[in-house]
């Protein structure tokens, strides 16, 4: 099967590496990749956003299934596209996105369909923002509606804090269009969890529970980013809330999705809140997580291409994914500058020894290859990973991999994992497949 996988970070390395040990056969492309994705697809040097350059390299090549991995190029309708040349293609139509474009829309659509969520106000300029964020009082969260690459999401604490916010937003033009409105939210606490599944549009095939760390600094200190880690199992879900995000979020949404017409095939993934009242759902992706689908991509021992071929036809044929019964953790190495704008260039070293120890996969995010040395070409740059029997083993192997790979001004958090293990609350068996015909023995 010809295989076409969509973009160039981390997320599209692990898929390329899953699909080349588990899909027999596959004949495998990635567009632009990165150097690591070189050695295991060949690549395209087309950009994401070049929608009908894709798709005509897709419909040239007689590729039979096409995998979406950021969320621009479903923003900018690639899936339309292909559907519309008949070019089989995992993902959201360019409606069914809007749950990931317009943090706005995926709000009210949840309001609508009663899925457990924040109270949240929109405002549409700076003094609609200050009377929006009184009745929540501080702190309170501020979201561009549209995408921001992980970044457009401000936590203010005091008056001053939310004048600067809105002079970013509608003066600054910090976010440009993506904050022309801006979502303001009650401030949730909890732990945050990521719960994805597949969708072929009439049902959903959950994925292991899986947690992710945002914040660049220990401890969840300084800007957002994109993820500077993740581990799966989470390590935080007890089978309670695992059953009401199943039920009253997961198929819930996609349930409603079909309900107003826009029936949604792809990947599903909900960021969740697990407060005192349960489970409260922060935003949602249509995309595979990045960091996520790293230590997701070390789990899964499915044949992803004949599954997601199915799921593009509206059938998975299966009745729930497979997983390994190891544990996996990923720990993000980024740029100096990061989150800011990123120092490139320079040499990375340690690669080869890093992957030589045991149970360990490095994953190439924004790299490139020059005269047969791989540099940094952007901010988050490569992704340590791990397998272990258990989630102190996988962050140990993937810390030790972290620290044998070096570059000038290299940044990494050294507590992925860390209060999950203090805590010593693994109470889950990893795996979100809860109908009783369904379950098997737990990890």
Known sequence: MKVLVIGSGGREHALCWQLKRHSPGVELYCAPGNAGIAREADLVPIRVDEIQALTDFAADLDVELTIVGPELPLALGIVDEFRERGLPIFGPDRGAARLETSKVFAKEFMRRHDIPTGDFEVAHDAAELEKAAKPFGFPVVLKADGLASGKGVLIVHDRKELDEAGRAFFVERRFGSSGDRVLVERFLTGEEVSFLGLCDGQRLLPFATC?????????????????????????????????????????????????????????????????????????????????????????????????????????????????????????????????????????????????????????????????????????????????????????????????????????????????????????????????????????
Not at 288 to 309: H, I, T, W, Y
Not at 333 to 342: F, H, I
Not at 369 to 393: H, K, P
């Open 211 to 443: 947690k992710d760390y945002k914040r660049i600094g220990d401890g969840d200190t300084g800007p957002n980013t994109g993820g500077m880690g993740a581990h799966s199992p989470s390590g935080v879900v007890g089978a309670g809330d695992a059953r009401e995000v199943l039920e009253r979020v997961m198929n819930r949404t996609l349930s409603a999705m079909r309900e107003e017409g826009r029936p949604f095939v792809g990947v599903l993934y909900a960021g969740l809140m697990l407060t005192d009242a349960g489970p409260r759902v922060l935003e949602y992706n249509v995309r595979f997580g990045d960091p996520e689908a790293q230590a997701l991509m070390l789990r899964v021992s499915d044949d992803l291409a004949k599954l997601l071929r199915a799921g593009v036809d509206g059938d998975f044929g299966v009745p729930r994914l497979n997983f390994r019964r190891e544990a996996a953790a990923c720990v993000v190495l980024a740029a100096a500058g990061y989150p800011g704008t990123p120092e490139t260039g320079a040499a990375i070293d340690g690669l080869d020894v890093a992957a030589s120890q045991p149970d360990v996969e490095i994953f190439h995010a924004a790299t490139a290859e020059v005269d047969g040395a791989i540099s940094v070409a952007g901010g988050r740059v490569i992704n340590a990973c791990a397998t272990g029997r258990d989630l102190r083993t996988a962050l140990r192997r993937a810390y030790a991999a972290a620290n044998e790979i070096r570059w000038p001004g290299r940044q990494l958090r050294s507590d992925i994992g860390r209060s999950v293990l203090e805590a010593e609350t693994i109470q889950e068996s990893g795996i979100l497949s809860l109908p009783r015909e369904l379950r098997r023995r737990p990890e």
